[in-house]
């Protein structure tokens, strides 16, 4: 009798441990997917989006919002790679002045692409913060960082968030990579900044052709129409200006280096995705 009444009890054991395998098993593979999310979702874009190394990676990349070298002084939230991430159709057009300016020895170099909503409100935020204003030696000496949004410098919705906006320039074709930034990890190596309204060989070189001011100079002389830049830094602009419209880009009239798609893919507020790695396949239409 007691024999018969223990018969049954490896059985149910034998189903709990193969029922505490499955549960084992299972929460395993959860945890490896857990792990694995963040990097596949940094990896892939939404549709319509490129990275535009992976479509032309001779055009040359200096993303200033990744890193310390920009009006703020540290990266800006939702940046964290320094990748130029476009819509396909921006892309494309980016691509087609590259292979233009390549018979003038000449290539693009940008700086800014597509741009995080929280990155906008990261710049509002600062623009209210009076306490920090570390690098107004260079990007903003004569403008108040108060009024950078009134003056149109900076903006509360910023169509460089739907993706088919960029911030440019023009360097020699043999400028390869990107000029080191005027940084450092140590601020008592930090060298002095150099204000962007200075004559090219005084202020920051970045690599560029002359276009009579750096890039991001919150100033009225980064104003694409100035006079008061000399005659080689108006030709050049009127080279930029010209050769982005020839691809279907508009240009603004604060800034020499920012141009925006006329016929763009999407509209509105625009997309908050951070501006990740590359690592995987990005999605096209």
Known sequence: MPATLLQPRPAA??????RFGRL??????????????????????????VYLRDLDPTIVQDIRYAGSHNFV???????????????????????????????KKLSLMVWDCYRPKRAVADFLQWSRDPAHAEMKAEFY?????????????????????????VDLGIVPAAAATAPPPNSSPSPDLLPPLKPCTAPKGERFDDGTIDFGTGYDCLDVLAHTSNVLV????????????????GAGFRPYAREWWHFELIDEPFDGDGFDFEVSARGGKSQTP
């Not at 054991?13 to 193969?18: I, M, Q």
């Open 13 to 18: 054991r034998s189903r709990r441990v193969h």
């Open 24 to 49: 084992g098993r299972a929460g395993l593979v959860l945890i490896i997917m857990m792990l694995t999310a963040p990097a596949l979702a940094g990896s892939t874009l939404p549709r319509g989006f």
């Open 73 to 103: 002084g540290r990266p800006i939230r939702g940046y964290l790679a320094a990748e130029c991430i476009l819509s396909v159709r921006a892309a494309e057009a980016l691509k087609t002045v590259q292979r233009l300016l390549s018979t």
């Open 141 to 165: 000496p004569r403008t108040d960082k108060q009024q950078l949004f009134a003056l149109g410098y900076l903006a509360q919705r910023s169509a460089h968030s739907r993706g088919g906006t």
């Open 230 to 245: 000399g005659a080689t830094a108006r030709q050049n602009r009127q080279l930029l200006k010209s050769s982005m419209a």
